[in-house]
């Protein structure tokens, strides 16, 4: 019996079960600090039904932190006297991101805002993706709403951090964001219109990207 116990303890599946319990879970590697010196974003090019020219703004957080997409005329509807495209609308941003020398950065989590108004039997989807030029598009991340429904609405992109994308260390990389507004009439009445929007009380919405920073290899 003594025999078989130690050859138990010295196989491989033993040993790995003795380990694991031994040593304590690993925690997520904690955010590194955020450079110090400014960040600058600047949108290349905005595309989409969702965004006409001179209706989209971008700002920096003072602490690198984060950076916000406004926008100011993001409306999906259907229903009523509703143009028959406006079911769905869409926006591109590519974005010029200049982070100071020897860092990286990651979309760490995104936060969309805006307001619902859904006819019983109606339906609407928030989606959103995010890539880097030369990269593979990723997929998109669905956000699902149904009527009845009369309020604002609140959906957030988080990415654990062994997910993250970071942009490529010394190559400059735009950076691309695709989001999308769909609206369904579903069983509602097609009299009655329903719609979605990416804005607040004041007409804009504050899309909030916050970023994660970590050091290049040899800095």
């Not at 409306?75 to 006297?81: H, I, P, R, S, T």
């Not at 009380?201 to 970590?214: C, F, N, P, R």
Request: hydrophobic fraction near 35%; include cysteine; charged fraction near 15%.
């Amino acid at each position: 019996m003594a025999r078989g116990l130690l050859r138990y303890l010295l196989s491989g599946g033993a040993l790995a079960a003795l380990l694991t319990m031994a040593l304590p879970a690993q925690a997520a590697p904690a955010f590194e600090n955020p450079p110090p010196d400014k960040i600058v974003i600047k949108v290349a090019t905005v595309n989409g039904s969702g965004c006409p020219q001179g209706t989209t703004a971008v700002a920096v957080s003072e602490d690198n932190t984060a950076f916000t997409v406004t926008y100011s005329d993001y409306l999906a509807q259907v229903g009523g006297n509703s143009d028959p495209t406006a079911f769905r609308k869409n926006c591109q941003l590519n974005l010029v991101v200049h982070v100071p020398q020897g860092f990286t950065y990651a979309i760490a989590s995104a936060d969309y805002r805006g307001f619902a108004a859904l006819q019983p039997g109606a339906s609407a989807i928030q989606r959103a993706s995010y890539y880097f030029q030369g990269s593979p598009n990723t997929q998109f991340r669905n956000h699902s709403y149904s009527g009845p429904l009369n309020d604002n609405w609140q959906a957030t992109d988080s990415t654990d951090w062994a997910q993250l994308v970071w942009a490529p260390c010394g190559v400059q990389r735009n950076f691309n964001i695709n989001t999308e507004l769909r609206v369904s009439a579903g069983t509602s009445s097609p009299d009655k219109v329903s719609f979605m929007t990416m804005d607040s009380t004041d007409g804009d919405i504050s899309t909030v990207y916050h970023l994660a920073w970590k050091e290049c290899p040899g800095r």
